[in-house]
């Protein structure tokens, strides 16, 4: 390989701004998987208290849609985080690969996690979507 050293670290260094945003991305959305994960166990610990009294039929049924819902957000919260992981897992390969091989290897590596990047926006996007029909559904 011929490139110079400065030029080598400028090629493997660049891979860390995707780095970057990937780890804001998964800040912000592991704290909202968080956040639907313990809706979902307050939830249905209210639907099991409800379901042995009987006694608020309309609180009973509200949770019975906003249970399937909330978890749906909680698999597409889930399937974001894992894309956003396996990018930051590819672009972490790349810059290690970079300085060993001319092949296109390293630009593989780096569209296949950009590829992940936008594979998790999707999932947190739909996720956003659902969670507006949620707050419909609560305010009826």
């Given at each position: 390989m011929d490139v110079p050293a400065p030029q080598l670290i400028v090629q493997m260094v660049s891979p860390a701004v995707m780095l970057s945003a990937?780890?804001?991305?998964?800040?912000?959305?592991?704290?909202?998987?968080?956040?639907?994960?313990?809706?979902?166990?307050?939830y249905s610990g209210e639907w099991r208290e409800l379901k042995k009294l009987a006694?608020?039929?309309?609180?009973?049924?509200?949770?019975?849609?906003?249970?399937?819902?909330?978890?749906?957000?909680g698999k597409l919260l889930r399937n974001a985080v894992?894309?956003?992981?396996?990018?930051?897992?590819?672009?972490?390969?790349?810059?290690?690969?970079?300085?060993?091989?001319?092949?296109?290897?390293?630009?593989?590596l780096f569209c296949a996690g950009m590829a992940c990047v936008l594979t998790g926006t999707l999932f947190a996007l739909?996720?956003?979507?659902?969670?507006?029909?949620?707050l419909k559904l609560e305010l009826e």
């Open positions: 990937c780890g804001l991305m998964l800040l912000g959305l592991g704290n909202r998987y968080g956040r639907v994960v313990d809706r979902i166990r307050a006694n608020d039929p309309d609180r009973l049924r509200t949770l019975e849609v906003q249970l399937p819902d909330l978890f749906r957000r894992l894309y956003f992981n396996i990018a930051i897992f590819l672009f972490v390969v790349c810059s290690f690969v970079i300085p060993l091989t001319d092949a296109p290897l390293p630009l593989l739909r996720e956003t979507l659902l969670s507006f029909r949620l």
